[in-house]
């Protein structure tokens, strides 16, 4: 790819046969120059379809409905070609299809280099281009099918009609809900077995002298396969080429910034700070905080102290909530004096770390706030640690018992323990948030622990909702002379009330 | 019965005179070296050796089939495994840029293991074997043989005797020796049907469709089932069996099982209506298949394989010829025309082969000097062609041959094809 500045060129017709179909393999880089606005834009759009592809991937089953009317609802508002026909009417305002598909052509080569570069970068790229893919693949009819193999060159023979009736059986016996009539109606294509391992590995497939008989349904299987294969090879191709592109100023500081961002709400930017008092934390733990952060501060009280691990997860939750950097060295001071740090060493090892936290030390980075992802992915605890995610980490006897003493319901505990087991973390920790707060449906796709407690926060009315109540018994108390609260609307008495309140709350 | 008391201690002595005189290192070669056809196959192939005291070496590669005999005589290993093909030689894989020395290929194998079976055998325990539970390898091989040919296409197998409580296969056609780590993986969980640890009771759980493979394992399970499992292993003859598979059956099921047992003690009569009740429970239900009875045969019978093993490309497996050190068993290939015959316990040892040879023989002329010009490796090959014959290991390098006649005639086929398809244009 040539970069000139800020000019626009006109595309050469020869790439526009690559764009007649809306599913390609992107073996072919694109050749045409491209602004460096395009260029930043492109990526960053492709960048939030994939984290949608990601989070979307984790909340919800891949093939149910809700997660194709949410993905697809993601493509339209970030303009990336999804449908089949070529509908190239240039309507002003509108992107038209062929645009669509260039960006998509052009936004995956792009994320291509900033993804090339570790084996865990690649494993995340490719990983939900996949699931991309899988999505764009199964969408596309049967014709379309076809048509997309034939044009990239997925010479799998079709078994002739003979064949098919005379391992009938074996056929309908192999797959799942496949019925007489549907397989006279599908093609089958014969596939060496190391073509679709997954099917043989699960045995979904009928297995003779060495080939699969995949029936046309399955083929994405297959061709997934295939693209992994093309695209993993493609990094490494492309990791070996990247110094010359890093060289570029211009493209470097944008490459770098794509490959470590969070796309989404990250709670850098406190929005309630000085909201919350320390006194709010003990309650708070209980009914507001995913059962990580409860835990951590579980932890926290019993043992005075936490290893760095915790104090990094759980201290920059409590940024997020809207602790000032005041209250934070209060909170963890008190604690830890508790235990076996006098004032002085505290002030001496631990006040640095989290001043840090807050970015005024050092580089003066202003530290984000773990997202779910990075809790259950990085840096798994050991013993001794209380950090990460306890439906990720914890032997599931012991999250049982743990929920069990926090009184949720054992038909609700074996829901979670049934989505544990599938490895949907985050969907658990959103069922507990619904155990715990009473509700059908969360209402939200859990992705980070202080969207946990805002949504949590929202759900509990915060202090409005509260002393709306307060002031709607206190009105009913007026009446009977009898009644044992004095009816006074004032806010203090409201503080007061909430107080209660929250002591009702409180778990401990 | 053939052994010939086997002591542990005389292996220091029994050893070098296998090595010298009866390990049949020209079959062992040309097994190894595939028809040449690929450039230093054998001279890239790695042996592990464990060596008296437990010393193990790894990365030992030859560079010839005279090598390979000259540092066996010398190093003289009680036990010898083989490994994978390589990038480089493996001897020489420290002086190799750090990152390039990587295993290429290796041949398909499976280790099947007696003590993996404990939970459902009675007759034996851990190391322990006989008769009676052996029907269980035969099972295995039927089964897996089978299935590797018929549904995953490979041609050349070689089933090996392990010398104590099991057998391993070598899958060596060139396409199984290509496979990568995730299609072994693949395969072997085909071929997996008993999944779970001590804490799951029932093992295998079937549901419709049956898939053709299990289907086709079934019917050989179900040949043998009645004779192994009813008669010898007497599943269903005292009550602490008869507990553990009432264990893997639902409660209605049971109870009147429970009931019947008390007045009926006849092993083949309960076996019956088990079946019985379990066909009656599925005709009457409408969930459709439940297949408790099959379950059951094949929890007691289904081959029990280590996915692990036939997962990597650079794993070593006990190589066939060695010696097991315990039981002085020779790790010989079994021929599997007559496998129902099969006995481990006829099986020579490594004392027995060498008895065998030191007795005079009457009927064979000795020509020590007929030819003045040989050389002398041609020589001690002659002679130790005549020395195997000589003894009980004859019958198991035949089976080699045989193998390997029939891994050249294929390839031979490969070739003619391919030139056919050559001389097309």
Redesign the interface.
């Known amino acids: 790819m040539q970069f000139s500045g800020r000019r626009k060129k006109l595309i050469s017709s020869s790439q526009s046969d690559l764009y007649d179909h809306c599913l390609q393999f992107y073996g072919q880089p694109p050749l045409d120059n491209i602004s460096l606005i395009e260029f930043e834009t492109f990526a960053v759009e492709r960048l939030k379809l994939l984290k949608t592809v990601e989070n979307l991937g984790v909340s919800y089953v891949k093939t149910t409905d809700q997660y194709i009317k949410k993905l697809e609802a993601e493509f339209l508002s970030l303009n990336f070609p999804f449908r089949a026909e070529v509908d190239d009417r240039k309507v002003p305002g509108v992107t038209s299809e062929y645009e669509k598909r260039r960006k998509d052509h052009i936004s995956h080569f792009i994320l291509r280099l900033a993804y090339c570069q570790t084996e865990d970068l690649r494993r995340w790229f490719i990983q939900q281009e996949m699931d991309l893919f899988r999505y764009r693949f199964g969408i596309l009819s049967s014709k379309h099918k076809t048509e997309f193999l034939h044009k990239n060159n997925l010479k799998y023979e079709t078994v002739s009609a003979e064949e098919k009736k005379y391992l009938r059986d074996k056929l309908i016996n192999s797959s799942y809900g496949l019925s007489g009539i549907t397989l006279e109606e599908y093609d089958f294509y014969r596939v060496p077995f190391q073509d679709a391992l997954d099917l043989v590995r699960t045995r979904k497939v009928y297995l003779l002298a060495g080939n699969a008989y995949i029936p046309q349904n399955e083929i994405v299987t297959i061709v997934l396969n295939d693209f992994r294969t093309r695209l993993s090879k493609a990094l490494a191709v492309t990791a070996r080429s990247l110094p010359a592109v890093q060289s570029d100023e211009r493209l470097q500081p944008l490459l770098s910034h794509l490959s470590h961002a969070y796309v989404g709400q990250d709670y850098s930017i406190q929005k309630n700070v000085g909201k919350i008092s320390l006194e709010q934390i003990d309650p708070l733990s209980g009914k507001s905080f995913p059962l990580c952060m409860r835990h951590l501060h579980k932890a926290l009280r019993e043992n005075h102290h936490l290893r760095h691990g915790g104090r990094m997860q759980y201290g920059l939750f409590l940024k997020g909530i809207g602790l000032t950097l005041e209250q934070a060295m209060q909170f963890w001071r008190s604690e830890f004096v508790k235990g076996k740090v006098d004032a002085d060493k505290f002030d001496k090892a631990y006040a640095y770390s989290i001043r840090h936290m807050f970015g005024k030390e050092g580089k003066r980075t202003d530290y984000t706030p773990y997202s779910c992802m990075k809790v259950i992915l990085s840096n798994p605890p050991s013993q001794g640690d209380y950090h990460g995610c306890p439906f990720r980490h914890s032997d599931p006897e012991l999250l049982k018992q743990k929920l069990q003493s926090y009184k949720i319901a054992p038909g609700g505990i074996n829901q979670i323990l049934e989505l544990v087991k599938g490895m949907h973390y985050q969907l658990a920790c959103q069922k507990y948030f619904e155990l715990t707060h009473s509700v059908e449906d969360a209402g939200f796709s859990l992705n980070h622990p202080n969207q946990y407690f805002t949504e949590s926060q929202k759900l509990l009315g915060g202090g409005q909702g509260i002393k709306k109540e307060v002031e709607m018994s206190q009105k009913s108390q007026e009446n009977p002379p009898s009644a044992s609260r004095p009816s006074q609307a004032n806010p203090k008495q409201a503080q007061e009330e909430m107080g209660d309140l929250d002591s009702f709350f409180q778990d401990e | 019965m053939p052994t010939s008391d086997y002591d542990s201690a005389c292996l220091p002595d029994l050893l070098p005179l296998y090595y010298r005189r009866l390990f049949p290192f020209s079959q062992y070669f040309r097994w190894l070296s595939y028809g040449g056809v690929s450039k230093n196959y054998f001279q890239n192939r790695e042996f592990s050796f464990t060596l008296k005291d437990d010393i193990y070496v790894r990365y030992q590669s030859f560079s010839s089939q005279n090598e390979l005999e000259k540092e066996m005589q010398k190093m003289v290993p009680y036990k010898i495994d083989i490994g994978a093909v390589y990038s480089h030689r493996p001897s020489q894989h420290n002086t190799v840029k750090s990152g390039t020395f990587q295993a290429l290929e290796k041949e398909l194998v499976f280790d099947i293991d007696m003590t993996d079976y404990d939970d459902v055998r009675r007759c034996c325990s851990a190391a322990d074997i006989c008769s009676k539970c052996w029907t269980l390898m035969t099972i295995a091989i039927r089964i897996l043989d089978r299935a590797l040919r ?5 041609h050349h197998l070689l089933w090996v005797y392990s010398g104590r409580r099991g057998v391993h296969c070598w899958v060596c056609d060139d ?1 199984a020796r290509k ?2 780590v ?2 072994r ?3 072997a ?2 071929l997996s049907l008993v999944k779970g640890g001590e804490e799951t009771l029932r093992k295998v759980v079937l549901s419709d ?7 086709r394992s079934l019917s050989v399970v179900e040949h043998y089932f009645p004779q192994y499992a009813i008669v010898d292993q007497d599943i269903l003859g005292n009550k602490e069996s008869v507990d553990k598979v009432l264990a893997l059956l639902p409660e209605d099921i049971k109870k009147d099982l429970i009931e019947y047992y008390q007045n009926h003690k006849e092993p083949m009569k309960r076996w019956d209506r088990l079946r019985q009740l379990v066909d009656h429970k599925k005709s009457s239900s409408k969930k459709g298949g439940q297949y408790y009875d099959k379950e059951i045969m094949l929890q007691y019978c289904y081959p029990r394989l280590d996915v692990n093993v036939s997962k990597g490309v650079n794993h070593l497996l006990k190589s066939p010829f060695s010696v097991h050190p315990k039981t002085g068993r020779i790790s010989v290939p079994i021929d599997l025309k007559e496998l129902d015959t099969f006995d481990p316990f006829e099986v020579p040892t490594i004392s027995l082969i060498c008895e065998e040879l030191e007795k005079p023989r009457a009927d064979e002329a000795e020509d020590e000097d007929v030819k003045d010009k040989e050389n002398e490796q041609e020589a001690a090959e002659r002679r130790r062609i005549r020395d195997y014959k000589r003894t009980s290991l004859a019958k198991y390098v035949k089976v080699l041959d045989r193998f390997l006649d029939s891994m050249a005639r294929s390839r031979k086929g490969e070739m003619l094809k391919k030139s056919d398809l050559q001389k097309d244009f």
């Not at chain 2, 018929?150 to 490979?154: R, S």
């Not at chain 2, 469709?209 to 289907?215: G, L, N, R, Y």
Request: net charge negative; aromatic share 18%; glycine share 4%.
């Open positions: 018929e549904d995953f296409g490979f396409a496979l990568s995730a299609a993986s693949a395969v969980e085909y469709p049956i898939h053709p493979f299990i289907s």
